[in-house]
């Protein structure tokens, strides 16, 4: 049994002062320090003095497989961004091999996350993930816009899905991603929704992330015109928008990015159980603009995207740039949403359990300076926002890491 | 005589290749590495590798007086910023005396800044300042909308510009602040700003930074109203903004802020020599919005503003959050205008060469780590502002810190 005691703690959703948790794997009791001492006697004790303890995040959005990226990749634009991808992925994929992959993990959690969102294109990481720390729903990415490589786009997806299934454990689970309307041909993307109703899997999809995808959907014109043109000799697009999101009717559904949505797809996705997942810092440097997040009807939450749109799969970094991207918001609770997003509700759109400090949930939570001056108390949240850069502790399952 | 070599070289108009600087005090040559070996060889060799050699930044408007603050003060909005100021400003300002202001120039000087723009209310700062290695020319403040007491006002002020005046140095200039239209009389103004004319001296104005400020002056309404009264007993702004905008007409002036401008302001400001001097981290906390860049007529610059209002002085910091606040502009081509903004042309307003690499200049300059993998040549200044945290080296009159 250990005992942390730090000035404040965030449950997130309430400011506890002079509050400990005891705990082993789980957290087992909070209460204040002299009474967890008299009833663990025992208990090994970490005073973190000004500091608070709150839960660890999750990052619900991330592509590993890319984490060998920090400047191969051009940004300011989307196609630009795409074209770029093209021409270097074969250098980029092999240079994030198992070294790569394993500090990838490291520096997430060491920033203090402890479950993400992976989404994959090749599966080769999935053994690293299922035997990481982290929690990982693991979404199998299926792609392929042309019928006439529908085959083995679909065969290649139906294998690793399959054996990320037996991969699954408490800590690992399997899941299903579409890339986007504009790259899964209509059929693919069915079957493959059909193997997530059937197994009650949660799904991910990038949608509405340029303005170039809504041209090219809504349209068929803009820069994507010349893309499939040139590249797969394709003159039509892979989807109709309002059709291809009806496919996710009755399933449970991370939608990503969602930037340039319409008044109409936005009410038609108000009933089903749809989490928009807002990726800023990706957004900005692909040069998509900046999700309204009043205009949604559905929950959001932040993730970071992938380093192939990122500096950084930190998730106090990206809680920095949501609060500089949506400067409307006031600061003082649009940090405290932020922060409360990042852990419990994102650990619940996981399906992993945490992101709060509770008895009976597992003991993931993470230690943060707090500067000795702080006045009002709930300004705390924007504190640890603006001056985090890492946490001072992380400890996962109860282990420091 | 030293020579430092880094795989780029940005003067930062350009971007050099394989070329070297050799320097003492100041820059005295640029060729490549071979050529300076051969040209000086009993020179001392840096070899940074792949890493980029840049020009020291200027930061035009600081408060070094406020540094202690982490979390006293209240963000989220202007009027409880303003009112937290008045309330903890007996505690804040006297925990920053010596070791406090040192401790802030060294993080201004660490993290590759060699130049600022100090706005002083007290003058206490004033000695270490002209001692210290950076640049720094010193805005005394003047403030006061109270006719009672104007004379004590402008007496303090007349004494720390006197004082102010005689350390003057190739390092250290005498500049008038005027804190608002707001918060100064008419007459005030006008005073200060003819010992401005007298002396050519630069000035620095806080202006339309808040949508309370302009509801004040336009109206006479609005949060100001109540703070005016109950704190200082006045029922009417200080001034009206055009007759206040008129008394810059001949003089150099850093309008800061300048959010909540009409159109009619931005135009009378056309044939003005005026800067405007964006603080967006500082706009963001205190609920201000976010400035219009392009829709002023005049240049502007960054500035992080005093610790009164921002978490860091670290101009990477600042320039990670413009690219967040102005998420429209393309990310590739914003940076290296920000970068050429806060290294070139803050030199230039604030009057001390530096900010280019040019022989004859001050052999002011950093080293900042660059990725391995940089593919776009173009890219770097993007790559520099996400990656760079601080510096890999700061060079002062050719001394390493
Ligand atoms: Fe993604
Ligand atoms: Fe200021």
């Not at 973190?48 to 619900?60: Q, R, S």
């Not at 579409?178 to 197994?199: F, G, Q, T």
């Amino acid at each position: 049994m250990q005992i942390a005691y730090a000035k404040y703690l965030l449950t997130p959703h309430t400011i506890e002062q002079d509050m400990a948790i005891a705990y082993d794997k789980e957290i087992i009791a909070i209460a204040p320090l002299e009474k967890l001492r008299a009833q663990f006697p025992s208990a090994e004790i970490h005073d973190y003095g000004n500091a608070a303890l709150l839960p660890t995040f999750a990052n619900p959005h991330v592509h590993l497989e890319f984490s060998a990226n920090r400047a191969t990749l051009s940004y300011g634009d989307f196609l630009v961004w795409l074209y770029s991808v093209i021409e270097h992925r074969e250098d980029l994929l092999p240079r994030c091999e198992k070294e790569c992959l394993e500090e990838a993990i490291k520096q997430i959690l060491h920033s203090g996350t402890s479950a993400i969102g992976e989404i994959s294109s090749y599966g080769e990481e999935m053994e690293l993930c299922a035997a990481s720390p982290l929690r990982v729903h693991f979404f199998n990415e299926i792609i392929g816009s042309n019928p006439a490589a529908a085959d083995v786009m679909y065969a290649s997806f139906i294998e690793r899905y399959a054996r990320s299934k037996k991969l699954e454990s408490p800590t690992f689970k399997a899941g299903i991603a579409i890339h986007s309307p504009y790259s899964v041909h209509y059929i693919l993307a069915k079957k493959a929704l059909e193997i997530a109703k059937r197994d009650n899997a949660l799904v991910s999809v990038h949608y509405a992330e340029s303005r170039a995808e809504r041209e090219w959907l809504d349209h068929a014109t803009g820069p994507f015109k010349k893309f499939f043109k040139e590249l797969l000799g394709q003159s039509t697009p892979a989807n109709e928008p309002m059709r291809f999101l009806e496919l996710f009717q009755d399933l449970r559904t991370l939608f990503v990015h969602m930037i340039n949505t319409t008044d109409k797809e936005r009410e038609l996705l108000k009933n089903f159980d749809a989490t928009i997942i807002h990726c800023p810092v990706s957004n900005r440097l692909l040069g998509n603009g900046v999700l309204d997040i009043d205009a949604l009807h559905n929950p959001y939450t932040l993730a970071t995207d992938g380093l192939s749109s990122n500096y950084s799969l930190n998730m106090y970094e990206e809680m920095r740039a949501a609060l500089f991207m949506h400067p409307y918001k006031n600061a003082v609770t649009f940090a405290k949403d932020l922060i409360v997003k990042s852990t419990d509700f994102s650990h619940e759109i996981l399906g992993f359990p945490g992101g709060k400090i509770a008895p009976g949930l597992p003991a993931n939570f993470q230690i943060v300076d707090i500067p000795d001056d702080l006045r009002a108390r709930e300004e705390i949240y924007l504190h640890i926002i603006l001056h985090t850069q890492l946490p001072r502790k992380v400890i996962i399952d109860g282990t420091e890491l």
